[in-house]
């Protein structure tokens, strides 16, 4: 699909992953951003507000009057709006499936309306399941294992309906673990908060050999801009990943290493997985897009490395209430 001078709506577009998805867009065309900013921040694209291609409006996807006004005179969707801390889910069960499966119906729906037929969505490697030491392809089967990420896999179901019964055309991509700068969760943001308070002792849920491919966003955005310009199927379905896996106590020894720390003690909960629902092995074959013509330009313990700098660093001041 050509890009060029297109008008863009992205869902959660204040968030770390999107805002980076909307800096490259606005190289494209017109972008507005629709966010109720439950976990995204101005800060990620305040450098946009003076533009006259871009355009922010502050809502919520669960409100379908709202979504279905501020989505028309759109070409292409980006709908990245999800719960994005998984463990919220434990508390409160019927949170993914708001944010994530009806949210899907409700875009859906707001584009059929307005007679909108092309949406990018950003799924994840945890439709999978458990997949142990094999490497999941885009053909693997769907065995979800937390409530994150079975409503990924409702809405990429919703995603092929609506193609097949409404003639919408879709890219749906399955993310490794997405590391870099903006990042207000995840392993590498945990434990830098972790040993800013104690930098002697780290606590590591599980036993800290969950192995993963860790993407960074720069990679991230670069896969799925390029898939999209580059494939034409119905249903596009990518695996995006980078090269190389990394275990959680190789990313605690990165983090002690860029702090500067000596003699750091770990403690481990113990069990393989970090919490219920966690996948502790999760391997991607990426062939598919690779045979594209793509390629992600670092590995996972390059990203990772390249993302505690960035954080450490903290322009955005992601931890200024963190302590």
């Known amino acids: 699909m050509e890009l060029s001078k297109k008008r863009f709506f992205v869902t959660g577009?204040?968030?770390?992953?999107?805002?980076?998805?909307v800096d490259k867009l606005m190289e494209y065309g017109d972008v507005t951003i629709y966010?109720?900013?439950?976990?995204?921040?101005?800060?990620?694209?305040?450098?946009?507000?003076?533009?006259?291609?871009?355009?922010?409006?502050?809502?919520?996807?669960l409100d379908k009057e709202a979504?279905?006004?501020?989505?028309?005179?759109?070409?292409?969707?980006?709908?990245?709006?999800?719960?994005?801390?998984?463990?919220?889910?434990?508390?409160?069960?019927?949170?993914?499936?708001?944010?994530?499966?009806l949210a899907t119906l409700n875009v859906l729906e707001a584009?059929?309306?307005?007679?909108?037929?092309?949406?990018?969505?950003?799924?994840?490697?945890?439709?999978?399941?458990?997949?142990?030491?094999?490497?999941?392809?885009?053909?693997?089967?769907?065995?979800?294992?937390?409530?994150y990420a079975a409503?990924?896999?409702?809405?990429?179901?919703?995603?092929?309906?609506?193609?097949h019964i409404?003639?919408?055309?879709?890219?749906?991509?399955?993310?490794?673990n997405v590391v870099g700068d903006r990042q207000t969760h995840g392993v590498i943001h945990d434990f830098i908060i972790k040993?800013?308070?104690?930098?002697?002792?780290?606590?590591?849920?599980?036993?800290?050999?969950?192995?993963?491919?860790?993407?960074h966003t720069s990679d991230c955005i670069g896969g799925i801009l390029f898939a999209v310009e580059n494939s034409d199927q119905e249903v596009n379905v990518f695996n995006l990943a980078n090269e190389g896996a990394?275990?959680?106590?190789?990313?605690?020894?990165?983090?002690?290493?860029?702090?500067?720390?000596?003699?750091?003690?770990?403690?481990?909960?113990g069990g393989s997985q970090g919490w219920k629902g966690d996948v502790p092995i999760s391997l991607f074959n990426a062939e598919k897009i690779k045979n594209l013509g793509w390629k992600a330009g670092l590995n996972s313990e390059q990203a990772v490395r390249e993302t505690i700098r960035s954080l450490l660093e903290d322009k955005y001041h992601i931890f200024k209430n963190e302590f």
Request: glycine share 6%; net charge neutral.
């Open 35 to 61: 966010d109720n900013l439950s976990s995204g921040r101005k800060e990620f694209f305040s450098h946009h507000e003076d533009k006259g291609n871009f355009r922010f409006i502050e809502g919520d996807i």
């Open 195 to 215: 040993l800013r308070k104690d930098p002697k002792n780290l606590e590591i849920l599980g036993d800290g050999n969950q192995t993963k491919h860790y993407l």
């Open 246 to 269: 990394v275990t959680v106590k190789r990313i605690a020894d990165l983090i002690t290493e860029e702090m500067n720390l000596k003699d750091v003690t770990y403690s481990y909960t």
């Open 67 to 101: 979504l279905s006004s501020a989505i028309k005179d759109h070409d292409i969707v980006f709908h990245f709006a999800a719960n994005p801390d998984v463990l919220l889910s434990l508390k409160e069960t019927d949170l993914d499936f708001k944010q994530g499966a």
């Open 151 to 163: 409503s990924k896999v409702s809405a990429e179901s919703y995603i092929r309906a609506f193609c």
């Open 111 to 147: 584009m059929n309306k307005n007679n909108i037929k092309n949406i990018v969505f950003s799924s994840s490697g945890t439709v999978w399941g458990l997949t142990g030491k094999e490497k999941a392809t885009e053909e693997s089967p769907l065995k979800p294992i937390s409530l």
């Open 166 to 176: 409404f003639g919408f055309k879709a890219w749906i991509f399955r993310f490794a």
């Open 13 to 21: 577009g204040a968030g770390y992953i999107a805002s980076h998805l």
